[in-house]
């Protein structure tokens, strides 16, 4: 109790994501079939296309393609989990059900409705998170031992998503507007060292992709996974919780100017 109220802020914040778990066991297929996405992933590309591929330069040495595609895998499954929270289910409530109205007509305030819904998608990154690391073990693709650090590494990727998604959500102004978010993930599932190491890219967009901030998650993950844990981690956490930070501050400015004028 006292970790989750050290990250959430105030007790206020845990009745939100009460009210958010809630809501979602009611429509639990939705979110199961959420959950076994990134595996099915896995399955399809990382071990069917991998038989074809073969072996591809990983932090120490050439590794199996699934080995080196799973940590990527699990970093893009953090992403998803908290950016889908943190847009379309944010957005809903703060624009059509007029959600956080009511909360703010109770003892709740704009931080601990922001701490409540950051809350919320860090414990459903960490659930997609979790169950794909122990869907690696149990396949054999998380050969060292250090790999338990890659769940709070998801937490992190999470964070960082997750206060981006909150500070931008509060600028759409309609459904129209979350194409930009698909034209955002898309070519950051893609293009962020997920299925090809940074040699085979050219140079120039090789220095792109380490700008991008899933290749920051994926290289965090891809690390602890085989074990070549260096100083550079600190500079993709670091980056990961500064975008996170800015991203709340920003939502709570925002939502605090409109919500409560």
Not at 17 to 43: C, D, H, K, M, Q
Not at 74 to 84: D, E, L, Q
Not at 121 to 139: D, E, K, P, Y
Not at 160 to 179: E, I, N, P, Q
């Amino acid at each position: 109790m006292s970790t989750a109220l050290a990250v959430l802020g105030s007790r206020r914040a845990l009745r939100v994501v009460e009210r958010n778990g809630r809501v979602t066991l009611r429509a639990w297929p939705a979110f199961a079939s959420s959950l076994l996405e990134p595996i099915f992933y896995l399955f399809s590309i990382g071990i069917g296309v991998g038989a074809l591929v073969g072996k591809v330069e990983g932090p120490t040495g050439p590794v199996d393609y699934d080995q080196f595609v799973a940590p990527a895998m699990m970093a893009t499954a953090a992403m998803n989990g908290c950016v889908f929270e943190t847009t379309y289910n944010f957005f809903y409530k703060y624009k059509y059900a007029k959600t956080y109205d009511g909360m703010l007509a109770t003892p709740l305030g704009v931080g601990d409705i922001l701490a409540g819904e950051l809350g919320w998608a860090l414990a459903r990154g960490a659930l997609h998170s979790g169950v794909f690391l122990l869907t690696m073990w149990a396949m054999g693709l998380a050969p060292s031992a250090w790999s338990v650090l890659a769940l709070p590494g998801a937490v992190l990727i999470g964070f960082g998503f997750a206060g981006a998604g909150l500070g931008l959500t509060t600028y759409m102004r309609s459904w129209l507007d979350f194409d930009y978010v698909q034209l955002a993930i898309i070519p950051l599932f893609l293009f962020s060292a997920t299925f090809f190491p940074l040699s085979e890219y050219p140079d120039a967009v090789a220095w792109v992709v380490r700008l991008g901030p899933l290749y920051q998650g994926v290289a965090i993950e891809r690390a602890v996974v085989f074990g070549e844990l260096s100083p550079v981690l600190l500079a993709h956490a670091a980056y990961l919780v500064a975008m996170g930070w800015l991203g709340l501050r920003l939502a709570r400015r925002r939502m605090s100017l409109r919500l409560q004028p």
